[in-house]
């Protein structure tokens, strides 16, 4: 079933991206495996993604050493400051630094690793008081806040739109953030690697992809519902 699902999605995106005159290699998949068992990141993996995305460090931290090492890991949810230190390093690219403090503490873990981790600045640009992300209008202090860390790479922008059945009604929050990503290009320390856009999910990628994402971000409908307690979790728990 996974690899049917996963089939129909590459499709969608292929064809959403024919609309948009884009090449289909521009947008890239993150199977968000949250909440799902190591197992079923195989099935997944077996179908050709090589591209996961994790929302808690524990996920992340207990799934990694027991799948493949070629999987590219993305980590995509709310990162405290105390689990940094178990996400630089293990996740390719962390798309949800949505605070100085956040981006200081990322850069100090990079700093004494002798890394330079790449990340996305997470913007609220639909303003919902339930979602992560900074305020779209201090957006720009906190890309400039980024850009100034000597262990952190600027990438991009990330967002989560508001949920509607109707993804034209959060077409604009899209369109906002590919927006803001030249608007903030100048600001960056390498303005030619500044150039992901992540946002797009199960229910609107596609739009999103007609706005410009680089990278949609699919759960549901390729491993089905979210299951709690995490299957995932039998890995001990990362104690603070």
């Known amino acids: 079933m996974i690899a049917e699902n996963l089939k129909a999605v590459r499709d969608r995106i292929a064809a959403a991206c024919e609309r948009a005159g884009r090449a289909p290699e521009s947008v ?3 199977a968000v495996s949250k909440t799902k068992p190591a197992e079923a990141v195989a099935e997944a993996y077996a179908a050709g993604q090589r591209l996961f ?3 808690h460090a524990q996920e992340l931290t207990a799934k990694k050493p027991v799948l493949p090492q070629d999987i590219e890991w993305h980590f995509i949810g709310n990162l405290q400051r105390n689990k940094v230190k178990y996400v630089v390093g293990s996740a390719a690219l962390i798309h949800s630094v949505n605070s100085e403090a956040l981006a200081k503490e990322i850069d100090r873990v990079a700093g004494n690793r002798g890394l330079i981790q790449e990340v996305l600045a997470e913007i609220n640009v639909g303003g919902e008081e339930s979602k992560q992300g900074i305020d779209a209008d201090e957006a720009r202090g906190l890309v400039e806040a980024i850009a100034a860390l000597p262990h952190l790479r600027l990438r991009g922008l990330m ?3 508001p949920p509607a059945e109707d993804p034209e009604t959060v077409r604009p929050v899209f369109k906002r953030l590919r927006e803001m990503l030249a608007e903030f290009r100048p600001l960056t320390r390498e303005p030619e690697a500044f150039d992901q856009l992540s946002m797009g999910m199960s229910g609107d990628f596609a739009a999103a992809i007609e706005e410009g994402a ?6 549901t409908s390729i491993f089905g519902p979210r299951e ?3 299957k995932a ?3 001990p728990k990362i104690k603070s």
């Open 233 to 235: 979790a039998e890995a």
């Open 159 to 161: 967002t989560v739109a």
């Open 214 to 219: 680089t990278y949609v971000r699919i759960g």
């Open 28 to 30: 890239r998949l993150i």
């Open 228 to 230: 709690y307690p995490a």
């Open 53 to 55: 995305g994790e929302n």
